[in-house]
């Protein structure tokens, strides 16, 4: 029988991942889908709605609420005037973080390092005079791995302190992580925060690599700030790689749903079709970007990025499209509160998990390390480690018969292993 604590716990997950549906759902649902979630938020009184607005704005969706055409007859009038203050605050934060980074960017091009801005930045960019609909609050660079070294330099020498994790313990334990880690550092100076990027996980798809990112990047402008943001492709490329190697956790599958819509709606995509199309299946990364279109299509069916995803479903070999298929059970089940356990995942990726299991030292695995119950993970000794198996290998099992479809467990594993 399971403790009173683990329901709770494993209730509390089901509630938070409903909580995210909620704000997918009226940030990137058609008219009906949106009605049914405000319809849900307003029966469980004002309460689920000051939550729900709360995790639109940690998701930096508020803005997508709160320019939505159907907006007023959506929203009851007190709701309706939290959400716009919340969505102006965080536009204004937004604003000075862009303000910041594109200033930074400018200092890294004077030192002769050409970076991108990707993620928000690069997709508030892309939206133009819509930009609010998306904030955020970091930066996003990439920078070419060559100038890793002296983009971290420029940024200290710039007022930023870098992560307090030394340097080469972090590269090492990112290096041997069972996840599919960046190769990145977090930089602060005060509230701002910028993100330098130089690697996308151990084996970067092709077209996620730093130095073509780079190279692929286009001029852009937010407001009065102009910078040099990933390009359509990429930044679609980027948003599935994201929430791929997160296992489509539902706290970042709302904004990276929407922000495929946005790149759709930015006007691009639509004549590059064929070039997206190519660089996801010469990355892996196709199937996982049919499963995220077909989530959104779920909740819009009427968006113009149907032409991409009717494209890209008839160019999917028989096995990709099982692939996808599973991925997209997945997802689903995870959108509806199913929390997956991480070594669930893991168990199809053996080798991955050998080779963490067994290698030296007790270091931490890295700043975005989580345990199954996903709180902040501690490496143990590697007696500890073995002595847990059979208590590891019960949630396994538990996990298994709850989901009732390997084939879903066995896809995310696949296609995640590709870029480790």
Known sequence: MSSPSSVSATSSRADAARRWRDVLDLAAGDAGVAGEAAARLTSEGDAAWEAAIATAADANVAGAWLTRADAAALFPPAVAARLRRTAVGRVVQSSATIAAGAEMAARLAGAGIASVAIKGAAVI????????????????LVVAERDADRARAALREAGFTELPIPFERHMREIARSREVHNAARPFRRGTLEIDLHWRFGPAPPPALEAERL?????????????????????????????????????????????????????????????????????????TALWTLWDAALARDPGHPLRAG??????????RERREACALARFLARRLAGGAPAQLTLQLFAPRLYARSLFAAGKAPRGADARDDEGRPAARKPLLRRVADLPRRAWRVARDLSRLGDLAAYRAVARAKSRFH
């Open 214 to 286: 780079v190279a692929r990047g286009v001029e852009a402008r937010a407001g009065t700030h102009a910078f040099r943001i990933s390009d359509p492709v990429s930044g679609v490329l980027i948003a599935v790689h994201h929430a791929l190697r997160l296992s489509f956790d539902p706290a970042c599958c709302a904004r990276d749903l929407c922000d495929l819509r946005f790149w759709w709606e930015a006007g691009a995509l639509a004549d590059r079709l064929d070039e997206l199309l190519a660089a996801a299946g010469e990355s892996g990364l196709a």
């Open 309 to 318: 995803y009717d494209r890209l479903g008839a160019a999917l070999s028989v």
């Open 125 to 140: 960019a892309a939206l133009g005079p819509r930009g609010a609909a998306r904030t955020t609050t970091d930066f996003d």
